[in-house]
Structures are given as structure tokens and as C-alpha cells.
């Protein structure tokens, strides 16, 4: 087996607990969401109420009125910036600084979410304790 094949089989395990921990939940409120609160099934009687409820469609109005205004409004300030900043003026590099900053915010909270998922009172820790693999959270690695 080649160094692809590896690779490929080292990420198995990974790619069949997230294909699980993203799956097993959709499918589950799937489920719920075909019943009645008794737990009767009750098929699709239940998204025709919502989508034929006047709160529903005005909420969706609403919805979409403030995301699409909220776009038009940053894609006309982002333009009217980008073109801003082609041009040379005192204090660029702290402006370009500034606009610039925002960009490792994704690998931060990705790096916050792996310390909640992996920490000794994190997800995997507790999952380990309710299946019986550890006696508790301090005994997690």
C-alpha cells in the first residue's frame, strides 16, 4: 500500500466519527420531526403547518429582507474600501493592518473548538466516561 493509501486509512476512523456525529443527529430530528408530541406518526402534517402559518412566512419576509439588505449594504462599503486602499494615503499600513486583522479569527475558534472537543472536561472526555472507558474526567489523557 502506497503513502496515499495510508493516509487515506489513517483518516478512516476521523472521517466515520464526524460522517456519525454530523448524520446520527439530522437524521434523528428527521425522525422526531415526522411525529406528534405523543410520538404518533403524523408525516408531513407538520412541516404543512408551519409552512402555511402566517408567523412562519412573515418571519421569513423578515429574514430575508435583513439578509439581503445587510449584503448589498457590506458589498457596496467593501467595494468603495478595496478601492480606497489601491490609492496611497498617511496611514495605510495600520488601515491595511486593521481590515487584515480579522482573518485569523477562523484558525482561533477553530483552535478554541479542539481544546472544548479534546480537554479533560471536553466532548470526547465525556463520552468516554458514559461509554465506561474512563472513571471520570480526571482520568481522561
Do not use: W
Amino acid at each position: 500500500m502506497g503513502k496515499r493509501g495510508l493516509r487515506a486509512l489513517a483518516f478512516a476512523p476521523l472521517l466515520l466519527l464526524m460522517a456519525a456525529a454530523y448524520t446520527l443527529p439530522v437524521l434523528s430530528n428527521l425522525m422526531k420531526s415526522l411525529q406528534n408530541e405523543r410520538g404518533e406518526y403524523v408525516g408531513l402534517k407538520n412541516y404543512a403547518d408551519v409552512l402555511s402559518s402566517y408567523y412562519f412566512l412573515d418571519s421569513l419576509r423578515f429574514t430575508l429582507r435583513i439578509a439581503l439588505v445587510t449584503t448589498v449594504v457590506a458589498m457596496v462599503i467593501a467595494v468603495i474600501v478595496a478601492l480606497a486602499l489601491r490609492e496611497s494615503f498617511i496611514g495605510k499600513k495600520i488601515v491595511l493592518f486593521l481590515f487584515q486583522y480579522n482573518i485569523c479569527l477562523p484558525h482561533i475558534v477553530a483552535a478554541m473548538m479542539m481544546i472544548m472537543l479534546l480537554s479533560q472536561m471536553g466532548i470526547v472526555s465525556s463520552l468516554c466516561y458514559h461509554a465506561g472507558l474512563t472513571s471520570g474526567a480526571n482520568s481522561f489523557p
